[in-house]
């Protein structure tokens, strides 16, 4: 079974910094189109970044210039928060496109949350 297991969020003061990591494990095949979302209360899920693993990104433009996603070879994905703002807290989720050893065909995976709060 394949997991996305997220960490790194927490209460910052507006203006500071975080780094979210987003670690994958399971029976995987390949990972593609790697990305961060967040879900703040009484809002819809919005995409914050992606990438390929071709190197394309793409960024909310409420977030261009202050966040920067990344990924290893390990297939762990990572979003560095920079001059963060108070709009900017919600539960963030990593997400993935992944193909197993048992079913080729990839699916998409998502991560359990992790709460980023920034204070004013």
Known sequence: QVQLVESGGGLVQAG????LSCAASGNIFSINNRGWYRQAPGKQ???????TNGGSTNYADSVKGRFTI???HAKGVY???NSLKPEDTAVYYCAADVAT?????????WGQGTQVTVSS
């Open 16 to 19: 500071g910094s975080l780094r």
């Open 45 to 51: 899920r919005e995409l914050v970044a992606a990438m």
């Open 101 to 109: 050893w048992a079913l080729a065909i990839p699916q998409r995976y």
């Open 79 to 81: 979003l560095q928060m």
């Open 70 to 72: 990344s990924g290893d």
